[in-house]
T-cell receptor
């Protein structure tokens, strides 16, 4: 089983739609969670951290479910500019910040 | 503005040649990382360094070497021993030992074989 798993997609959604991605992780000792956005042929950029109580940033909402070991990202009112690959990132505790990246979920917002 | 600068943006390597990718950061981060990304795949860790003059192998270190002589700089050399070097190389930095701190990335170097 992969340490971090994501549905690769692509998710093709119309503008204005709400879309949600899930990401599962296998290590119950995982401490911190993030969502990154990666545009085609560009570097990953931090979208948002994921807090235990859930958090929201504009149209984006992140949730953490430790019992089931998954995190989610909800995008409301999708824009064309949201088209990208969304990477789930899991950090584990330790002297070395062990970071595991998911392979990403591709989102395509259609006019 | 603080950030991570990678150069060059595009690099071509001839057979049997070593090439060095530059990574410089002014974020005052102690930890730096090198990743490789192949098409349709996730990021794979090549090397990391938590502090100056110290570095450790990641998951795919064979055929690569690094140095960390300065806090700001973490160059990666792709040696001729790396038989499949064509990939997108990403450098990152973070505050070490704090798992709640995200990594910040440079804009990457694309390496191709001539």
């Amino acid at each position: 089983r992969k340490e971090v798993e994501q549905d690769p997609g692509p998710f093709n959604v119309p503008e204005g739609a709400t879309v949600a991605f899930n990401c599962t992780y296998s290590n119950s000792a995982s401490q911190s969670f993030f969502w990154y956005r990666q545009d085609c042929r560009k570097e990953p950029k931090l979208l948002m951290s994921v807090y235990s109580s859930g958090n929201e940033d504009g149209r984006f909402t992140a949730q953490l479910n430790r019992a089931s070991q998954y995190i989610s990202l909800l995008i409301r009112d999708s824009k064309l500019s949201d088209s990208a690959t969304y990477l789930c990132v899991v950090n584990q505790k330790g002297g070395y910040q062990k970071v595991t990246f998911g392979t990403g979920t591709k989102l395509q917002v259609i006019p | 503005d603080g950030g991570i600068t990678q150069s060059p943006k595009y690099l071509f390597r001839k057979e049997g040649q070593n090439v060095t990718l530059s990574c410089e950061q002014n974020l005052n981060h102690d930890a730096m990382y090198w990743y490789r990304q192949d098409p349709g795949q996730g990021l794979r860790l090549i090397y990391y360094s938590q502090i100056v003059n110290d570095f450790q192998k990641g998951d795919i270190a064979e055929g690569y070497s690094v140095s960390r002589e300065k806090k700001e700089s973490f160059p990666l050399t792709v040696t001729s021993a790396q038989k499949n070097p064509t990939a997108f190389y990403l450098c990152a930095s973070s505050v070490p030992g704090q798992s709640n701190q995200p990594q910040h990335f440079g804009d990457g170097t694309r390496l191709s074989i001539l």
